[in-house]
């Protein structure tokens, strides 16, 4: 499959394109069945997609949990058909795993070959793209749609914006402050990347981070970051005051195999006090590349850094992934404070927290932005509250937590 990918990655005229399915809740699946059974369950899921695709497609995994389907004959529309198929025949087919009957859910991305891509590595990670945003919008299906001529020469200009920024220390670092429920006198905020362009506006982590990782430059801003993070941290220490910093942190660098060597550097260069600092990533990447962040936070351990998993939501597979990390904080999805106040909400969350508790991390209430929330959390036995209700982020670090009440 190798060569015929390659083949059709730059081809502009070829028909067809590529199906990437990865299977949901792989954390989960190995911590409960074991590497042996999972491997088994895995191949027998190719066996599956094969014989479902007959002649129609070859088929190919091409990671622990993923496979690639290249089917060159089919429009947009027949390969959002075959998708849907084949997901809805894998949810109802009854898997062998060790000997129990399971049924798998999977996520699935589609890529049209007639966008042309180059190589087939831009083919695969576009394809990959599609797939994780499959997951995370929950329909279970998503295919990729170039951006638009305008959109193109906005990201274009953006992506240089960013990459002067990254050239000439463009970037700017505001905080909010985090607050315990019970009171207390400990200071500590949330770091947020700000990046401000020739008109005045400024432009959010959200907006910058993506593109960032496209333009393979979110390694160098998440290390801005990180050195800019540490020098307050040190001067904080140098004035006899204790400070806590949340810094969010891609999986990218995390992955990257000199990171951790580095900041053991940058941690001993500003002799940064033990518990001060807390690196935070997301659910949906901890559930992707668990192994990733378990290596990364073993071999910070022995320096105090913490980790912190945000976005955080009940649900079988993330329970597995806070068994499996050892992880300081959680910070909880949006939909917690954001959506209708049911009973069925409270007690997730209150399962979700006293499940947290007796794991020992705390959780933060995260975007909380009105007091009947805040009552809602506290009432589940929430630890911390960020958000606009309590204030909103700022270039200072300068908010009264002996004054604090909530």
């Given at each position: 499959m190798n060569d015929a990918l390659g083949n059709a990655a730059g081809n502009r005229s070829a028909t067809g394109g590529v199906l990437f399915f990865d299977i949901d809740g792989i954390a989960a699946l190995r911590e409960r069945l074991g590497l042996a059974s999972l491997e088994q369950l895995l191949a027998e899921t190719g066996r599956h997609l094969t014989s479902r695709l007959a002649d129609r497609a070859p088929a190919a995994r091409i990671s622990d949990s993923g496979f690639l389907i290249l089917a060159t004959q089919l429009d947009d529309?027949?390969?959002?058909?075959?998708?849907?198929?084949?997901?809805?025949?894998?949810?109802?087919?009854?898997?062998?795993?060790?000997?129990?009957?399971?049924?798998?859910?999977?996520?699935?991305?589609?890529?049209?070959?007639?966008?042309?891509?180059?190589?087939?590595?831009?083919?695969?990670?576009t394809a990959e793209r599609a797939c994780r945003e499959a997951r995370a919008n929950g329909r279970g299906v998503k295919r990729y749609e170039p951006p638009k001529a305008a959109e193109m020469a906005e990201e274009s200009a953006m992506i240089e914006l960013v990459r002067d920024a990254a050239l000439h220390n463009g970037f700017e670092l505001i905080y909010q402050p985090i607050v315990a429920v019970q009171g207390s006198q400990d200071a500590q905020y949330q770091t947020l990347l700000r990046l401000r362009d020739a008109t005045g506006r400024v432009h959010a982590a959200g907006e910058i981070v993506p593109l960032a990782e496209r333009a393979?430059?979110?390694?160098?801003?998440?290390?801005?970051?990180?050195?800019?993070?540490?020098?307050?941290?040190?001067?904080?220490?140098?004035?006899?005051?204790?400070?806590?910093?949340?810094?969010?942190?891609?999986?990218?660098?995390?992955?990257?195999?000199?990171?951790?060597?580095?900041?053991?550097?940058?941690?001993?260069?500003?002799?940064?006090?033990?518990?001060?600092?807390?690196?935070?990533?997301?659910?949906?990447?901890?559930l992707l590349y668990p192994q990733v962040l378990l290596t990364f936070a073993r071999a910070l351990l022995d320096d105090g850094v913490q980790l912190c998993l945000g976005q955080f939501e009940n649900s079988p597979e993330a329970n597995s992934v806070l068994e499996q990390l050892p992880l300081g904080f959680i910070k909880l999805a949006h939909k917690y404070v954001s959506g209708p106040d049911t009973q069925a909400l409270r007690d997730d969350l209150r399962s979700m927290i006293d499940r947290a508790h007796l794991l020992g991390m705390q959780v933060i209430g995260h975007r909380v932005e009105d007091a009947k929330a805040a009552a809602t959390l506290w009432m589940s036995g929430i630890d911390y509250i960020q958000g606009n209700l309590v204030q909103g982020a700022a270039g200072a670090l300068d908010f009264d937590f002996k004054a604090a009440v909530l």
């Open positions: 529309a027949a390969l959002e058909a075959l998708a849907h198929e084949l997901r809805s025949s894998m949810m109802q087919h009854a898997f062998d795993a060790g000997g129990k009957s399971m049924r798998l859910r999977a996520s699935v991305g589609i890529c049209g070959l007639r966008h042309g891509f180059g190589d087939a590595s831009s083919l695969l990670n393979k430059l979110i390694i160098e801003i998440d290390r801005w970051v990180l050195t800019r993070a540490l020098s307050v941290l040190q001067q904080h220490r140098d004035s006899g005051r204790s400070l806590r910093l949340f810094v969010p942190q891609s999986t990218t660098t995390l992955a990257a195999t000199d990171q951790a060597g580095w900041l053991k550097g940058e941690l001993a260069a500003h002799e940064v006090p033990r518990g001060s600092l807390v690196l935070e990533t997301r659910l949906e990447d901890a």
